[in-house]
């Protein structure tokens, strides 16, 4: 019972290094998300991808890039990463949301401290 | 921007208590989730209300969503320490099915 598989759960990074969040989902969803989850603040949309080979832009998606690699695979890239970059990144799939009611699962989440 | 308000932020009540949280906005959601998020995990989700007017229940936990379909609450009966948690309500929004979320309801039930 995989679902939804993130790497790494913690990541200490210097002000201005580059890194990947790598996302996998064993349900065969089409859509992924990547949120960040800020203290006092909810969930808030980074990038989605609709489906395989399409990526979108969501609330906060500056200083960030993604790619959806496969149906299985959607990735989160940090160019140059600054303080306020510092969150807890999650990725989450749902199979179909145009159906409505369909449920997001999350995967466990990445701890990201920026010095 | 379409904003979901959620109150209280934060809660702590000892066990057999009853309480209830909020969800707001001034936006008319098609579908309203709840999830429920355990310290270090991913938000889980608890119920899926559709209808204007509709109520659900899970055990001792009873959600409704508005008749106008913009507001939505959690109702819980005589709280127990396993409730303890964050929970989270999230509006489907029509169209883009993309979910707003609410700040979060920080749950301490104590023993």
Redesign the interface.
């Known amino acids: 019972n995989a679902g939804?598989t993130q790497t790494p759960k913690f990541q200490v990074l210097k002000t201005g290094q580059s890194m990947t969040l790598q996302c996998a989902q064993d349900m065969n969803h089409n859509s992924m998300y990547w949120y960040r989850q800020d203290p006092?603040?909810?969930?808030?949309?980074i990038y989605?991808s609709a489906s395989e080979g399409t990526t979108d832009k969501?609330e906060v998606p500056n200083g960030y890039n993604v790619s959806r690699l496969n149906k299985r695979e959607f990735s989160l890239r940090l160019e140059s990463a600054a303080p306020s970059q510092t969150s807890v990144y999650?990725c989450?799939s749902t199979s179909s949301?145009?159906r409505?009611?369909q449920?997001?699962h999350?995967?466990?989440?990445t701890r990201l401290s920026i010095l | 921007t379409q904003l979901l308000e959620?109150s209280p932020?934060f809660l702590s009540i000892q066990e057999g208590e009853n309480l209830t949280v909020y969800c707001n906005s001034s936006s008319v959601f098609?579908?309203l989730?709840w999830y429920r998020q355990e310290p270090?995990?991913?938000?889980?989700?608890l119920v899926?209300v559709?209808t204007g007017g509709e109520v659900k229940k899970l055990k001792r936990l009873t959600f409704q969503f508005g008749d106008a379909r913009k507001d939505s609450s959690l109702h819980i009966t005589a709280a127990q320490p396993g409730d303890t948690g964050l929970y989270?309500c999230?509006g489907?929004v029509d169209s883009n099915?993309?979910?707003i979320?609410?700040?979060?309801t920080k749950l301490i039930i104590k023993p």
Not at chain 1, 106 to 109: L, P
Not at chain 2, 40 to 45: S, T
Request: charged share 10%; glycine share 22%.
């Open positions: 939804v006092g603040m909810g969930l808030r949309l989605y969501g999650f989450a949301p145009e409505g009611n449920p997001q999350f995967g466990d989440g | 959620q932020q098609s579908s989730q270090g995990e991913g938000p889980v989700l899926t559709v989270l999230a489907v099915y993309q979910l979320w609410g700040a979060g």
